[in-house]
């Protein structure tokens, strides 16, 4: 399971780091990122680290959030900063064992099954 932390409420312009932790096994081969979603409107990947190392942040929150990955393969992280109103949401991680690149790459990771409970942001 995918087990997720560090969301709370921040300012505008503030910081927040999430944390999503794999249980029982590891991101190594996986495909994994987060995705946003807020009630009434469609999931929205964020960033996304892929199953070779490269990684992908979407338009919206590029030179503004970080995506990481330790080296033991078993935490992802989401490093955001200059927070926005519109950045606030329910943050979920999610990872699949399937390859993955490029920005398809935000597309896939709203539909894995597998996935955190989900950490809510709020940016006012």
């Known amino acids: 399971q995918l087990v997720e932390s560090g969301g709370g409420s921040v300012q505008t312009g503030g910081s927040l780091k999430l944390s999503c932790e794999a249980s029982?096994?590891?991101?190594?081969?996986?495909?994994a990122g987060w995705f946003r979603q807020v009630p009434g409107k469609e999931r929205e990947g964020v960033a996304t680290?892929?199953?070779?190392?490269?990684?992908w942040l979407a338009d919206s929150v590029m030179g503004r959030f970080t995506i990481s990955r330790d080296n033991a393969a078993r935490t992802l992280s989401l490093h955001m900063d200059n927070l926005k109103p519109e950045d606030t949401a329910m943050y979920y991680c999610?990872?699949?064992?399937?390859?993955?690149?490029?920005?398809?790459?935000?597309?896939?990771?709203?539909?894995?099954?597998?996935r955190g409970q989900g950490t809510q942001v709020t940016v006012s």
């Open positions: 999610a990872a699949g064992p399937v390859y993955c690149s490029g920005r398809d790459a935000l597309q896939r990771v709203v539909r894995f099954e597998l």
């Open positions: 029982g096994f590891t991101l190594l081969s996986f495909c």
């Open positions: 680290f892929h199953t070779h190392g490269g990684t």
